[in-house]
């Protein structure tokens, strides 16, 4: 599977972003798909997730409410659709395919080291 990602770039706080991802190659391994983002200096970190099927998502608490993934998975797309976006929300964006979970302490997480399938960055960059 390879990944392209694509929608980034400049907007204003309080501003909308619609991130793109599609997917080639062998897409039937693309199984959970999803977003993970990397701010300068910090680590990688998880933002959402979506099943195959669409009918499961899950969101890191800090984008809750304002970020939403959806799939078309006759186009072999993901996407993420961002408002209300913050200047702490500047990044670069990660499309991520064939995710597997990790259980830690009762609970189940998304996290980079899951990741199977990495696509390239987009850049998103949130102006005060």
């Known amino acids: 599977v390879q990944l392209q990602a694509s929608g980034g770039g400049l907007v204003q706080a309080g501003g909308s972003l619609r991130l793109s991802c599609a997917a080639s190659?062998?897409?039937?391994?693309?199984?959970?798909m999803g977003w993970f983002r990397q701010a300068p200096g910090k680590e990688r970190e998880f933002v959402s997730t979506?099943?195959?099927?669409?009918?499961?998502?899950y969101y890191a608490d800090s984008v809750k409410g304002r970020f939403t993934i959806s799939r078309d998975n006759a186009k072999n797309t993901v996407y993420l659709q961002m408002n209300s976006l913050k200047p702490e929300d500047t990044a670069i964006y990660y499309c991520?395919?064939?995710?597997?979970?990790?259980?830690?302490?009762?609970?189940?997480?998304?996290?980079?080291?899951?990741?199977?399938?990495w696509g390239q960055g987009t850049q998103v960059t949130v102006s005060s």
């Open positions: 190659g062998r897409t039937f391994r693309s199984g959970v």
């Open positions: 979506i099943s195959w099927s669409g009918g499961s998502t």
């Open positions: 991520a395919a064939d995710i597997s979970a990790t259980y830690y302490k009762g609970s189940y997480y998304y996290l980079p080291d899951g990741v199977h399938v």
